[in-house]
């Protein structure tokens, strides 16, 4: 069976999305020092709800200089990955670009040593990382998951949608189902740019995210799916997904 949550970018979120009764909530770990300052209340308002937290850690600060990924990035993860588990977390969404039509093969080899670094890491702290799907196709993911075995996958079918004439999404679970540990749903018109990234509702664009749901369910997916639309458009969402799951 799966789980249904949503997505939270700032406090307000999650007071609205726990108000709304879903299990658990995807927040924002992007900066250590604003975690640490709000970890008093991010610890009240998951007992309040009685909900637990995902993580959806930060952007890369430059995803083709391994230096500043090694003095930045890395840092910065792994003080994430402290807090996380002070957090409860045990599954988080990380962006780590690595592909292969654009990314040299140098670069590719680089980030995946960092990676599985941090994959280790996490895992001591109890957490799986789970690695987004941005513009990549199954190919570029397929390195990754041959060198780490930890290393799990965020599938997002909106973003699957993009830079690609049919969603990449039926490619990462037919070949990679066995890493996905987590769902991003949402909804666009396709296109080849971040502003066509639309986060609309499921069925307000030209995702097919019932051949999508369809797959997945004859798979045996039962974990969690995050609910990646602006919060009026949740409660609809989730009734989409239930109806198509």
């Given at each position: 069976m799966v789980i249904i949550g949503g997505r939270a970018h700032n406090i307000e979120h999650i007071n609205t999305i726990g108000k709304l009764g879903y299990p658990y909530t995807e927040i924002s770990l992007l900066d250590p020092a604003a975690v640490e300052s709000q970890m008093e209340v991010l610890l009240e308002l998951k007992q309040r709800y009685g909900i637990y937290y995902i993580a959806h850690y930060p952007n890369e600060d430059n995803p083709l200089d391994t230096n500043i990924l090694e003095k930045m990035f890395v840092p910065k993860m792994k003080r994430l990955f402290d807090l996380s588990q002070r957090l409860?977390?045990?599954?988080?969404?990380?962006?780590?670009w690595i592909d292969k039509r654009w990314a040299s093969s140098e670069l590719i080899t680089n980030k995946i040593e960092m990676l599985s670094r941090l994959v280790s890491y996490a895992k001591k702290k109890d957490v799986t990382i789970c690695l987004?799907?941005?513009?990549?196709?199954?190919?570029?993911?397929?390195?990754?998951?041959?060198?780490?075995?930890?290393?799990?996958?965020?599938?997002?079918?909106?973003?699957?949608?993009?830079?690609?004439?049919?969603?990449?999404?039926?490619?990462?679970?037919?070949?990679?189902?066995?890493?996905?540990?987590?769902?991003?749903?949402?909804?666009?018109?396709?296109?080849?740019?971040?502003?066509?990234?639309?986060?609309?509702?499921?069925?307000?664009?030209?995702v097919d995210y019932r051949g999508i749901f369809t797959?997945?369910?004859?798979?045996?997916?039962?974990?969690?799916?995050?609910m990646e639309v602006k919060l009026p458009d949740m409660p609809r969402t989730k009734k989409t997904i239930e109806q198509s799951f």
């Open positions: 409860g977390i045990i599954k988080g969404t990380m962006h780590f987004e799907n941005l513009s990549e196709r199954y190919s570029s993911f397929a390195d990754a998951f041959q060198a780490i075995d930890d290393l799990r996958m965020t599938l997002d079918i909106g973003h699957g949608q993009l830079l690609s004439s049919q969603n990449t999404a039926f490619d990462f679970i037919r070949k990679g189902f066995d890493r996905i540990a987590h769902l991003h749903v949402h909804d666009n018109f396709g296109g080849t740019s971040v502003k066509d990234d639309l986060h609309l509702a499921l069925g307000d664009g030209v797959l997945l369910k004859n798979k045996g997916y039962s974990s969690s799916i995050t």
